[in-house]
């Protein structure tokens, strides 16, 4: 397994240019084709947010019981949602979507749910470039904690990837797989505290919502812009994380190896 893994490792650093393409070009396909473009990758989940933020502000008059304002602090948990959630179903339909490279011989069709990861990756940057000058309007100073951004960025994006490996190779042969992981997603996001605060619920049940890989980096993001808390700080909740994303990882490469080769029948 890790010579295989190594040896895939190796042919995305071969294939970077390859993949840096299909990435942009998968990128300007999902929202580069409209008049206003790019815009309207902005206006969908920017409307979200506005339209949350001001029910639970005005409507229940709910309080993020944060040292931050209600927005700052919603924003810092939808937008990383928005990632892991499009990622997944992106990803899930990366390979029926570009069935005509999964007959080409020479092609690592393994890559398909990293291009749609990727084109998802480009959007959650910009949205992050947007939280930050957020922050600053309401007066954050830039601080040392953004640095581990980028850690909780790569920790999403292997999670991702291992789950899209299963559920991408699933979908080639049950169509009610991309439904499935939508209905999935639409119950994570109520079950999952983003707009809502998790001390809203007895510790002695925070655990179980504690299981879901989604809160370890929605709370990551707000311990990095709000709590200033490192992710190491974090042991038990890291770890638990760590060891769920390596067994999906792990699984997805199995699953995806051994259904890999039926793909071209079906397709």
């Given at each position: 397994?890790?010579k295989?893994?190594?040896?895939?490792?190796?042919?995305?650093?071969r294939?970077?240019?390859?993949?840096?393409?299909?990435?942009?070009n998968d990128?300007?396909?999902?929202?580069?084709?409209?008049y206003?473009?790019?815009i309207?990758?902005?206006?969908?989940?920017?409307?979200y947010?506005?339209?949350?933020?001001?029910?639970?502000?005005?409507?229940?008059?709910?309080?993020?019981?944060?040292?931050?304002?209600?927005?700052?602090?919603l924003?810092?948990?939808?937008?990383?949602?928005f990632?892991?959630?499009?990622?997944?179903v992106?990803?899930?339909?990366?390979?029926?979507?570009?069935s005509?490279l999964?007959?080409?011989?020479?092609?690592?069709?393994?890559?398909?749910?990293?291009?749609?990861i990727?084109s998802?990756?480009?959007?959650?940057?910009f949205?992050?470039l947007?939280?930050?000058?957020?922050?600053?309007?309401?007066?954050f100073?830039?601080?040392?904690?953004?640095?581990?951004?980028?850690?909780?960025?790569?920790?999403s994006?292997?999670?991702?990837?291992?789950?899209?490996w299963i559920?991408?190779?699933?979908?080639?042969?049950?169509?009610?797989?991309?439904n499935?992981?939508?209905?999935i997603m639409?119950?994570?996001?109520?079950?999952?505290p983003?707009?809502?605060?998790?001390?809203?619920?007895?510790?002695k049940?925070?655990w179980i919502?504690?299981l879901?890989p989604?809160?370890?980096?929605i709370?990551?993001?707000?311990?990095t812009?709000?709590?200033?808390?490192?992710f190491w700080?974090?042991?038990?909740?890291?770890l638990?994380?760590?060891s769920?994303t390596?067994?999906?990882f792990?699984?997805?490469?199995i699953?995806?190896?051994?259904?890999?080769?039926?793909f071209?029948?079906v397709?």
């Amino acid at each position: 397994m890790l010579k295989e893994f190594l040896a895939f490792l190796s042919h995305i650093v071969r294939s970077r240019k390859l993949l840096l393409l299909l990435i942009k070009n998968d990128f300007k396909k999902e929202y580069l084709g409209s008049y206003i473009g790019f815009i309207w990758a902005f206006v969908q989940p920017l409307t979200y947010m506005i339209v949350i933020w001001f029910v639970f502000t005005y409507g229940f008059k709910s309080a993020s019981h944060a040292d931050a304002p209600y927005f700052l602090w919603l924003a810092s948990g939808m937008i990383p949602w928005f990632f892991f959630s499009s990622a997944l179903v992106g990803g899930t339909n990366s390979i029926t979507s570009n069935s005509f490279l999964v007959k080409k011989v020479a092609f690592r069709v393994s890559i398909l749910p990293i291009v749609k990861i990727g084109s998802t990756l480009i959007l959650h940057i910009f949205l992050i470039l947007f939280l930050m000058i957020m922050f600053l309007i309401y007066g954050f100073k830039p601080n040392l904690y953004w640095l581990q951004l980028p850690y909780f960025m790569f920790c999403s994006i292997v999670f991702i990837l291992g789950v899209t490996w299963i559920t991408s190779a699933m979908r080639v042969f049950i169509k009610d797989t991309s439904n499935i992981v939508g209905v999935i997603m639409q119950i994570g996001f109520w079950a999952t505290p983003i707009f809502w605060n998790i001390n809203m619920i007895s510790p002695k049940y925070q655990w179980i919502l504690k299981l879901n890989p989604a809160y370890y980096i929605i709370q990551g993001y707000r311990d990095t812009f709000i709590n200033h808390i490192w992710f190491w700080e974090m042991p038990n909740v890291t770890l638990y994380y760590l060891s769920v994303t390596v067994i999906f990882f792990i699984l997805g490469a199995i699953v995806f190896k051994k259904l890999r080769p039926h793909f071209g029948d079906v397709l």
